[in-house]
C-alpha cells in the first residue's frame, strides 16, 4: 500500500528532502530521502518505481533502489534529461516530490528458492533493492548469485557493498566490457558469469539493456 492508499491521493506528491548524496560514477547519484510531512510514509515492493518531481523543472520515474526492509528511501539517479539533471544538481537539504510506489514490484512470493539475479548499466540500480530485501530475510531464500556487468569500473554501482552480500550468503560475481591496467576482475559479458555458478532450477530477477536481458534468460534456460 502506497501513502495515497491511506487517504491522500496519488496526484499529490509528498515532500521529501535530501539528507544525503553518494556518487556512484561520473554521471551517477545514489540519494537518500526522507520525508518532512509528519506521518508520510512510503511502502512499497523491490522493483517499484516512484515519480519525482523537481519544482520549476518537472516529473520523472525514478527506480527505487533501497529495500522496504530498511529506513531510508533511496534512488539512484543517472543523468539523462531535463529532470534527472535537475534531481543531480540539487543539494542535501534541498526537497523534491515523490508519487508512488507504481509498478508491480518483484513476484517475492514465487521467489523462495535458489534465485538469480542479472544486472547490466544502471538497471543494476533496481536489483539492489532486491538484494538487500534478500540479504535481510536471508533465511527465506535458497542460493542466491548475483551477476553484474558494467561498461567500465568506473561504470560500476554500490562496489561497496559487494562484500556485505557475500557475507549474507550471497555468490557475487563482476564484470566490465573494457578494463583498464588497475582492473584485476573479469572482462567479458555477463552471461560469461552465469557458468560460475552452481545452480539448480529456481528463479531469476534480470534488469538491463534488452540484448543482455534475452542473453541472459537464454544462458539460464540452456542450463
Same mark, same amino acid.
Given at each position: 500500500? /502506497?501513502?495515497?492508499? &491511506?487517504?491522500?491521493? +496519488?496526484?499529490?506528491?509528498?515532500? %521529501?528532502?535530501? $539528507?544525503?548524496?553518494? @556518487? ?41 533502489? /533501497?529495500?522496504?526492509? &530498511?529506513?531510508?528511501? +533511496?534512488?539512484?539517479?543517472?543523468? %539523462?534529461?531535463? $529532470?534527472?539533471?535537475? @534531481? ?136
Amino acid at each position: 500500500m /502506497s501513502a495515497a492508499g &491511506r487517504g491522500r491521493s +496519488e496526484y499529490i506528491p509528498m515532500q %521529501a528532502e535530501i $539528507v544525503d548524496i553518494d @556518487i556512484e560514477s561520473s554521471n551517477t547519484y545514489l540519494i537518500t530521502l526522507e520525508f518532512t510531512e509528519e506521518g508520510a510514509d512510503l511502502q512499497y515492493l523491490p522493483g517499484q518505481f516512484v515519480m519525482v518531481s523537481v519544482f520549476g523543472i518537472g516529473e520523472c520515474p525514478i527506480s527505487i533502489a /533501497s529495500s522496504p526492509t &530498511r529506513r531510508s528511501l +533511496e534512488l539512484c539517479i543517472r543523468r %539523462a534529461g531535463k $529532470v534527472t539533471s535537475g @534531481i543531480m544538481d540539487c543539494l542535501v537539504g534541498d526537497v523534491v516530490g515523490i508519487r508512488g510506489p507504481y509498478g508491480n514490484g518483484f513476484p517475492l512470493d514465487r521467489m523462495s528458492r535458489d534465485v538469480v539475479i542479472a544486472g547490466g548499466g544502471s538497471g543494476f540500480a533496481t536489483l539492489r533493492s532486491l538484494i538487500n530485501y534478500i540479504a535481510d530475510r536471508r533465511e527465506q531464500f535458497g542460493h542466491v548469485a548475483v551477476a553484474y556487468g558494467a561498461r567500465t569500473p568506473q561504470d560500476l554501482y554500490f562496489m561497496q557493498e559487494y562484500r556485505s552480500w557475500q557475507k549474507a550468503g550471497m555468490d557475487v560475481a563482476v564484470t566490465v566490457d573494457i578494463g583498464d591496467d588497475l582492473w584485476k576482475g573479469n572482462v567479458g559479458l555477463v552471461t560469461g558469469l552465469i557458468d560460475r555458478f552452481e545452480l539448480t532450477p529456481g528463479t531469476a530477477a534480470i534488469c538491463g539493456p534488452p540484448v543482455m536481458i534475452n542473453a541472459v534468460a537464454a544462458k539460464l534456460m540452456d542450463r
